[in-house]
C-alpha cells in the first residue's frame, strides 16, 4: 500500500491537490498524523467529504476491511494534526482537530458519502467491523 500511497502524495502536489488516476474526479486531501506509538508523522491521501470552508470529514473505511486503518489509531491519539487540501493550483497545509462521530451524526455524513461514492456502501456490507468510523476534521 506504501508504494501506491506514495505514487497518489506525488500525482497531489504535482496537480495542486488534484490527483489523477484512481482518484480522478474525487476529492483527495492528505492527511499528516502523529504516530500513536513512532511520534512520526505519517502522510495519507484520503478521500473526504467536505462540509464547509474549515470542515472535513474522512472515513475509516480501510476498503471495507476487517480492521481500523492504522492512520485512524494515529488521528484518535493525536486529535491535533495537520491535512493538506488543494484547489488544482494552490495546495493549503491547514491545522485540525479530529472528532470521533457516533449514532446518527455518524450515519447521516457515512450515508452521504455513500451516495455520493457507491464504493462506501460496499466497504460498509463487506467489512466484519460493527462499523466504519467517520471522523470529522474541523480547522483550529
Known amino acids: 500500500m506504501s508504494d501506491f500511497n506514495d505514487q497518489v502524495i506525488a500525482d497531489f502536489n504535482r496537480n495542486g491537490g488534484k490527483p489523477g488516476g484512481h482518484f480522478e474526479g474525487a476529492p483527495v486531501l492528505l492527511l499528516h498524523a502523529i504516530g500513536a506509538k513512532s511520534g512520526a508523522e505519517r502522510t495519507q491521501p484520503l478521500m473526504f467529504l467536505p462540509q ?18 492504522a492512520w485512524f489509531h494515529n488521528v484518535v491519539a493525536h486529535p491535533e494534526l495537520d491535512i493538506s487540501v488543494g484547489d488544482g493550483t494552490t495546495i ?13 451524526e455518524r450515519d447521516t455524513i457515512y450515508a452521504r458519502q455513500a451516495g455520493l461514492f457507491p464504493q462506501f456502501a460496499q466497504y460498509a456490507e463487506t467489512t466484519t467491523r460493527d462499523i466504519i468510523p467517520v471522523v470529522q476534521l474541523k480547522q483550529r
Open 92 to 104: 493549503r497545509r491547514i491545522p485540525v482537530r479530529a472528532r470521533v462521530l457516533e449514532g446518527a
Open 52 to 69: 464547509d470552508d474549515d470542515t472535513w470529514y474522512v472515513f475509516a473505511s480501510y476498503g471495507g476491511g476487517p480492521k481500523d486503518p
